[in-house]
């Protein structure tokens, strides 16, 4: 089983790419990058772009299911309608390729990764490589978001 996890976002964009080895049932990251738009360039752009992301790491890693955070709103609308527009261009993505698209709340990816609902960034991000192997550094939080989202649906999901 071959998972896209996402981080929701415009401006950066968590990307992982997770797989269990049905044999061993050992969970790694194959990939994972924070994907970057420029502020400078027109929203329109900015959704094509993550689009175009998406679909070449859809067509190299070839995974079967989305993992992607719900969305938490926050006072800022105008950010929420943003990370909503990326939000759709990755579902969109997902499903043209016929995979199947699983939605964690917040809460829900905590409680996977660290057994509390109420867990910060730090607890989460130690608790990751014990979750999952991991064979390069991480360097952002988008990334760590994403691969956490991933270790959710790697505990969660059913087929």
């Known amino acids: 089983m071959i998972i896209l996890a996402i981080d929701p976002g415009y401006e950066r964009l968590g990307i992982a790419v997770l797989e269990r080895n049905e044999k061993t049932k050992k969970d790694?990251?194959?990939?994972?990058?924070?994907?970057?738009?420029?502020?400078?360039?027109?929203?329109?752009?900015?959704?094509?772009?993550?689009?175009?992301?998406?679909?070449?790491?859809?067509?190299?890693?070839?995974?079967?299911?989305?993992?992607?955070?719900?969305?938490?709103?926050?006072s800022n609308q105008k950010t929420a309608?943003?990370?909503?527009?990326a939000r759709g261009v990755v579902i969109y993505e997902a499903t043209r390729n016929g995979m199947?698209?699983?939605?964690?709340?917040?809460?829900?990816?905590?409680?996977?990764?660290?057994?509390?609902?109420?867990?910060?960034?730090?607890?989460?991000?130690?608790?990751?490589?014990?979750?999952?192997?991991?064979?390069?550094e991480i360097k952002h939080d988008d990334e760590f978001d994403a691969i956490a989202a991933g270790i959710t649906c790697l505990a969660s999901y059913r087929p």
């Open 81 to 85: 309608m943003g990370v909503a527009e």
């Open 100 to 136: 199947i698209v699983c939605e964690y709340t917040p809460l829900q990816i905590k409680i996977a990764t660290t057994g509390y609902g109420r867990s910060d960034k730090k607890q989460i991000i130690s608790m990751i490589p014990k979750l999952i192997a991991i064979t390069k």
């Open 28 to 74: 790694q990251l194959l990939f994972s990058e924070c994907f970057k738009t420029l502020s400078s360039s027109i929203f329109s752009e900015r959704l094509r772009l993550i689009g175009e992301e998406i679909d070449l790491v859809i067509k190299k890693y070839k995974p079967t299911i989305l993992s992607i955070e719900k969305l938490f709103f926050t």
